[in-house]
């Protein structure tokens, strides 16, 4: 076929070739957007893979057909208005992907083909973390800038949001240039928290941590962000002034000594032990506790990387190995709307229960109108659904084949299910909501549920089920009557004796002294999550103080800002909100905040960075670091020669080893306490 004919496929019979291009083009370019710009994906990674590979093919057969926003030339998305554009100083490349060992062995040859002798055929293997890329850059040893990779060249300045990541250090040693690449994310646990909090105070349902990871990044609101449990892997060195390597591993030794929690990256001699270690890792990762979507293969020599080279929008030298994604069929029994807190309405396929990755899926979030029709989900439809993230049922897609007649299009109710409100659509949101926020229902049921729960008053006992019980009864339909609920009324109900009647009297009792940060955070104000709650407590001191507290009082506290600060005053202008505080004040609910001292008047911990490691035997985790934050202190996710101490429980691993390294100060749980008692 000569090039005339090849650049023209009207001339060969082939007129739909142009159509297909440009199909696959928008297509692509559509669903770039929605993956990198809107963190909310309608299609897999491999479907889309698929796609682009298609596009390729066809690009390469008619090179003159190929459009001018081709996907196959760019990397990620567009930079979006909402922060300013920061120029790359080194261009932040995308990795090629593969799904089968065969294309290992043939990015295997390709490499072999340059190599200079076999000592260069070694490679790294890193965990491939299913996050937002972001570049740090620092100076004189100061971090100066954060930005995300957007497309490759330009990206967001998102310094702000990124300083509220614990584990970014603020200042390393190395005192030149120096820019690195890693991958923010949430692990698996807090990810669960995160949407479990949002479903109940009615916010977005993420689809996976890696959405919520990117979609608490490109929050305007640095305190808001403050909130999200964010943590970071550093993943590669992008620039350096003054200093150089000869091998990728050593660089990450580089950067794990300067205070950057690096992957957990393994060497291989060759390609044998590369395909070991994907065959072990794609059965381990649901182990660890944080999302790997498969794994990335580096040649170890920078020289041979020199070499190599790079291609179109990716390297020569590395290639990510995709891990398979469980998918089961199933059909969807219906689609059901859910009324949260804050008043957000979300749609819910109900399918036939099938089992994925080892537990029975029978629901999946559809998150908002605009996602069902993208992904034209109907009921009786059959689709393949997996779990996001090896956590979360989601629809992957529907089986349009196996559809057997017309199905009608889902629709939005225009009017709550809950209380028959009329529902609203806020400009610059995806969701549906029910302004009707002091009487509908379905908002008064998630409010009490959020109230009771443990990050809030913790009521033991008062699960959620319950809680519906006493709800349905007429028994308690605001946060205060729990208060006035009785052993002798409690235990007459089905599945109650006396004896659990008791404990959960005793439980209601006991949450009275929470103090002022929680019943701050369970009395549900938008946006003040267990943070922001705290430091509105500390500032503060009482609940009469912040009810008479102005905008600009609140909006100066540091990590706070107006968003949330806009929130609070409006909450506390609500008639009906001041009531319900003075019907739990009336009840015995503390309402102020008591800051612990070590008895000369200061904070024990404070201006103290702590590490925690291992399994602690009286404390979670999340309940040491409360202790920590409460006196003054803060705690990270890495060692560095900044942290002051190391509190070490039973298994403690890396950290610990690292600590030991660098002479920083290691704690027991006993020692811990010591030092609470003054």
């Excluded at 993943?235 to 205070?259: A, C, P, V």
């Excluded at 909006?555 to 909450?571: C, L, Q, R």
């Excluded at 909100?577 to 009336?586: K, Q, S, T, V, W």
Aim: with cysteine.
């Amino acid at each position: 076929m000569d090039m005339s004919s090849r650049s023209n496929p009207e001339q060969t019979g082939m007129g739909n070739v142009q159509e297909r291009i440009k199909k696959l083009t928008e297509q692509l370019v559509r669903y770039n957007k929605n993956y990198y710009e809107e963190d909310a994906p309608v299609i897999s990674d491999r479907e889309y893979d698929e796609m682009l590979k298609e596009l390729k093919s066809l690009e390469d057969s008619y090179p003159a057909l190929k459009m001018k926003n081709s996907p196959t030339e760019h990397v990620g998305g567009k930079v979006s208005g909402k922060f300013e554009k920061v120029n790359h100083r080194v261009p932040v490349i995308s990795l090629d992907n593969s799904y089968d060992q065969n294309e290992l062995l043939s990015f295997d040859n390709r490499v072999k083909k340059r190599a200079a002798s076999s000592g260069d055929m070694k490679y790294v293997l890193e965990p491939k973390i299913d996050g937002l890329s972001v570049v740090l850059q620092y100076n004189d040893g100061i971090l100066v800038r954060g930005a995300t990779r957007g497309d490759g060249i330009t990206g967001e300045d998102i310094t702000d949001n990124l300083r509220t990541i614990k584990s970014i250090p603020e200042t390393i040693e190395f005192k030149g240039e120096l820019d690195v690449r890693g991958e923010v994310y949430i692990g698996k646990k807090d990810f669960l928290k995160l949407n479990r909090r949002q479903e109940i105070e009615g916010g977005q349902i993420f689809a996976n941590p890696r959405n919520a990871a990117a979609g608490s990044l490109r929050q305007i609101d640095a305190s808001l962000v403050r909130e999200r449990p964010l943590s970071i892997f550093i993943f590669n060195l992008q620039y350096i002034s003054g200093m150089s390597f000869s091998y990728h591993h050593e660089t990450l030794e580089f950067l794990g000594n300067q205070g950057f929690t690096c992957a957990d990256s393994r060497e291989c001699r060759n390609m044998d032990e590369v395909m070991k270690l994907c065959t072990y890792w794609e059965e381990e990762r649901k182990n660890l506790d944080y999302d790997i979507d498969g794994l990335v293969v580096k040649v170890d020599s920078l020289e041979l990387r020199e070499r190599l080279g790079l291609k179109e929008k990716s390297p020569r030298w590395a290639i990510a190995y995709k891990f398979k994604a469980e998918e089961q069929e199933t059909e969807v029994l219906d689609i059901e709307v859910q009324v949260g807190r804050t008043g957000a309405v979300t749609p819910r396929a109900r399918f036939k229960p099938v089992k994925i990755a080892g537990s029975t899926v029978s629901f999946a979030t559809l998150h908002n109108q605009d996602y069902v029709k993208e992904k034209d989900i109907r009921v009786g439809d059959t689709v393949l659904v997996h779990k996001a993230g090896e956590v979360i049922p989601e629809v992957v897609r529907v089986l349009k084949d196996r559809r057997k007649h017309e199905l009608p299009m889902f629709e939005m109710p225009e009017v709550c299910p809950s209380c028959e409100t009329q529902l609203v659509r806020l400009e610059g949101e995806a969701v549906l909501r029910c302004p009707n926020h002091e009487e509908c229902p379905a908002q008064n049921l998630r409010g009490l549920i959020h109230f009771v729960s443990k990050g809030a008053m913790d009521i033991d006992g008062l699960g959620e089920s319950l809680v519906e019980k006493f709800s349905d009864l007429g028994m308690i339909s605001y946060p205060s009557d729990i208060y006035q609920l009785g052993e002798e009324e409690i235990s007459v109900l089905e599945g109650m004796g006396e004896k659990s009647a008791k404990s959960l009297t005793d439980a209601i009792e006991e949450s009275k002294s929470r103090g002022l940060d929680r019943v701050i955070f369970s009395l549900g104000i938008p946006l003040v999550g267990a943070k922001a709650a705290k430091l509105l407590a500390d500032k503060f001191g009482s609940m009469s103080s912040l009810e008479k507290a102005e905008f600009g009082d609140i909006a100066d506290i540091y990590g706070i800002g107006n968003k949330i600060a806009e929130k609070v005053t409006a909450f506390f202008k609500s008639e009906n909100n001041l009531r319900e505080i003075a019907r739990l004040e009336a009840a015995g609910v503390k309402m102020n905040y008591e800051k612990k001292t070590s008895g000369l008047g200061e904070m024990i911990f404070a201006g103290k960075t702590f590490v925690l490691t291992g399994t602690l035997e009286k404390y979670t985790r999340d309940k040491a670091s409360e202790i920590i934050e409460e006196n003054g202190g803060k705690t990270s996710s890495s060692v560095s020669r900044k942290t002051d101490y190391v509190l070490a429980g039973k298994e403690a691993g890396s950290k610990l080893k690292k600590a030991e390294s660098l002479g920083v100060v290691i704690i027991s749980e006993s020692e811990f306490e010591d030092m609470l008692n003054g």
